[in-house]
């Protein structure tokens, strides 16, 4: 069974890949977090993970849409944009070493590896 930051993780891939906002939330979503239960998450998370799931979920209905794609058509992309932000915030507080630390996780250091020149600035 994925862990909670695992599918979180996975749908913060899909919304850093190509594409239009719109269609990259709706795949993470779709793909990863549609059957996810707001009680998983701890407290302080399930107000912004409602309002990201209350919004994919707010257009009944239409025709050959299903709930989600017709919510995430009537988006725009920047609304698109905003809840997949929300997503990869989420994640961000679901890795936070801290929170994995009071959970009795350890962390394994990763050594500091020097950045590609193919995007480095310098």
Known sequence: MEKNWERFRDAAVVLAGAGPAKQRLLHAYQKHLA???TEDLP???R???SAVSDALHRVPRTGTCDTLSASVLKMSE???GRHAQEIVR???DLSDPQ???RQGRVLRAVPDEPVPAMISRA
Do not use: H, Q, S, T
């Open 35 to 37: 059957d996810f239960a």
């Open 90 to 92: 989420i994640f961000g």
């Open 99 to 101: 929170a994995l630390a």
């Open 43 to 45: 407290r302080e998370l």
């Open 47 to 49: 107000a912004p993970y």
């Open 78 to 80: 920047d609304e698109a």
